[in-house]
């Protein structure tokens, strides 16, 4: 189970900025999969749109895909 205590503290955020420093650093798109809809707009705030999406075999969920070209700057 997740530690809960770390949640909404800004750590993924965080990793994940750090994450796309150095993919645009070597001039890289990112590519990734979002399972929870209330993060779809914290991604996109970073650079990421949708480009589509696709639901588990199970049906139980639904995952958006998102792409973000690299920033130059």
Excluded: C, Q
Excluded at 62 to 71: F, H, I
């Amino acid at each position: 189970m997740a530690d809960l205590h770390h949640r909404g503290n800004g750590l993924g955020m965080a990793l994940l900025a750090e994450s796309l420093a150095l993919i645009d650093a070597e001039g890289m798109p990112a590519y990734l999969g979002s399972s929870n809809p209330a993060n779809d707009a914290r991604y996109e705030g970073v650079g990421f749109r949708k480009v589509g999406a696709f639901t588990t075999p199970d049906g139980a969920h639904t995952v958006a895909t998102m792409w973000r070209e690299p920033l130059i700057g």
